[in-house]
């Protein structure tokens, strides 16, 4: 009778735990300066806990954590302490993760966590998805692509339809500064199906310098979930 009780009590709690958590595939990106790539763990309160690595120059492979109230959290791999918290939007079943370093004040999270619901209406296959971490405004050329972003900002962008014979397109981006737009990056990409970039423009500690960062994701799209 003990033995049966025990068993339903545990069955109890873990259905309890998956009406109040669901799953999302994560991939992540650590952005951070230098040093050896970081890594999170993925806590949940059903006792469920993942290593995340933090890769800083491509996205990670997909990771299964578990959202709580769309509340994704994260503790350091070391001292085991609160690093981070991940907002998922509701719809979402495939998100990207980018890793920020926090203020460094002892006060603030280690990580602030911009979230990338990883779909076609938001980062569509061949296109590019533009993050702004810079503190002004910043505005770019992608293709026949324009568009102005203020700090904080972020928006996606589909593959340019205007390509040369190597399947390239310009890309240019200016960042405001001293009240004036001063070019910070100017070049071509070449754009492909299962191709994508994430490019984000940001002040690089070490310098104090404004810059902009560009990953290229050769994974594209998950895979759509099977139908019930």
């Not at 033995?3 to 069955?11: F, R």
């Not at 070391?78 to 980018?98: E, F, M, W, Y």
């Not at 533009?130 to 910043?138: G, R, T």
Request: hydrophobic letters at 40%; glycine letters at 8%.
């Amino acid at each position: 009778m003990r033995l049966l009780s025990i068993l339903l009590i545990c069955a109890f709690q873990s259905l309890a735990f998956a009406q109040e958590s669901r799953a999302v595939k994560c991939r992540f990106l650590g952005f951070q300066a230098s040093g050896e790539p970081a890594s999170v763990i993925a806590a949940s309160d059903g006792g469920i806990e993942t290593s995340c690595a933090l890769p800083r120059h491509e996205l990670s492979p997909p990771v299964l954590c578990y959202a709580k109230g769309n509340v994704i959290r994260f503790l350091s791999s070391g001292d085991r302490k609160p690093a981070a918290t991940a907002t998922i939007p509701a719809s979402a079943a495939n998100a990207i993760l980018v890793f920020v370093p926090g203020a460094g004040d002892g006060k603030s999270p280690a990580w602030r966590v911009m979230v990338v619901e990883d779909c076609p209406k938001v980062f569509p296959d061949g296109g590019t998805y533009v993050a702004n971490f810079y503190s002004k405004d910043i505005r770019f050329i992608i293709g026949e692509h324009k568009g102005m972003l203020h700090a904080a900002g972020s928006h996606g962008y589909e593959m340019p339809k205007k390509l040369d014979d190597f399947n390239m397109a310009p890309v240019m981006f200016e960042l405001l500064q001293d009240d004036k737009w001063r070019t910070a990056n100017e070049s071509s990409l070449r754009f492909l199906p299962g191709t994508r970039y994430l490019i984000f423009a940001y002040v690089d500690p070490a310098t104090g310098r404004a810059r902009i960062h560009t990953c290229q994701d050769l994974t594209g799209l998950p895979a759509p979930e099977p139908a019930p």
